[in-house]
């Protein structure tokens, strides 16, 4: 009789001494050297610049002098906490981040997915190829571009908008600098610039559904709908919710650059956010440690929102991101 096969126990200092449990370390590093190698990179660039910089955040507990030092300077505890919460704009940033982010999981979220659903209807390989790549470059434009191209189409003075608009007969719209529609024109220029690449990850998840399946849904009868319904959407959840976990890490985080270029003192009420604060505080003012400390109030609340919503996720019965 076939034996029934054991798991091999894991290998750790506490199942073997420590001599040979470094010895065994050591000769599967050589074993498979070369894959070390390729991952030899990436390790150097989470280390470099993910973990050094960690040391950085000790400026939100001190006041920072140049001249004084990284370790000269005095160490003030929560003075710059104290500070950010007390300021008047807290509240504002902390809407103006929120309702920005929430714009974004509303209606960005779900239109890559929307995307490779109709790229992945597609049946003639040509065209499906042509509209992957038409709708992937925008990713590849800088927010300069995009925010100069939204300037000669909303401007009022040499707008195409407002220029279709008046010569109607009715009086042009100011787009940019109308705060009602600040939001609206951030969460419009993602899914217009990121929309597309989005769905890479979408299309790749869809391409390893088994064809047999959606064979034997047409034998049943189901037509396009229900095979999307049934057989694609179910089969792409895992990724839909790990990335969603991850978009919730990011819901204090706002495109910096976007925002720097799109804000203007008319609508500052409305696009006055974390990023640029920490901006202005810590480039324009020289207030480094302030800076440091919006990045740090951030990171927690990524942190906190990544570990409730993937708890909530496994609680649901579905694999999360850890």
């Known amino acids: 009789m076939m034996e029934t096969s ?18 065994r370390l050591r000769h599967r590093v050589l074993q498979h050297k070369y894959i070390y190698m390729l991952a030899l990179p990436g390790i150097l660039y989470f280390i470099l610049f993910k973990f050094v910089p960690m040391w950085g955040l000790l400026l939100a507990f ?11 300077s ?16 807290f ?15 509303v209606f960005m ?40 191209m939204t300037f000669f189409i909303l401007s009022t003075d040499v707008g195409i908008i407002n220029k279709l608009i008046t010569g109607s007969g009715s009086e042009s719209i100011a787009f940019l600098s109308n ?34 399946r959606y064979e034997a849904a047409v034998v049943d009868g189901a037509n396009r709908w229900r095979q999307i319904w049934h057989i694609t959407l179910p089969a792409i959840r895992p990724t839909i919710l790990i990335l969603l976990i991850l978009r919730l890490g990011q819901m204090a985080d706002v495109g910096f650059e976007q925002i720097l270029l799109m804000i203007n003192p008319l609508v500052i009420s409305m696009a006055e956010v974390f990023d640029t604060y920490a901006y202005t505080q810590g480039i324009l003012k020289g207030q480094i440690s302030a800076g440091v400390t919006v990045g740090m109030f951030k990171g927690v609340v990524g942190f906190v929102l990544v570990m409730t919503s993937n708890y909530i996720v496994k609680k649901l019965g579905h694999d999360g991101i850890y």
């Open 6 to 23: 054991r798991a091999r126990p894991r290998l750790t200092t506490a199942t073997v001494p420590k001599q040979v449990y470094w010895s």
């Open 62 to 72: 001190k006041d920072y002098n140049p001249y004084s030092g990284f370790w000269g």
């Open 74 to 89: 005095e160490w003030v505890g929560l003075k710059h906490f104290t500070e950010l919460f007390s300021d008047s704009n």
């Open 91 to 105: 509240y504002i940033m902390l809407r103006n981040t929120f309702a920005i982010n929430i714009f974004g999981l």
């Open 109 to 148: 979220f779900p239109f890559p997915i929307l995307l490779a659903l109709m790229l992945n209807e597609v049946r003639h390989e040509t065209f499906k190829r042509i509209n992957q790549s038409i709708v992937y470059l925008p990713h590849f434009l800088s927010w300069v571009v995009v925010a100069s």
């Open 179 to 212: 705060p009602n529609y600040f939001w609206g024109l951030i969460t419009a220029q993602n899914m217009w610039k990121e929309a597309g690449w989005g769905t890479i990850i979408f299309l790749a998840a869809m391409a390893g559904v088994d064809p047999q």
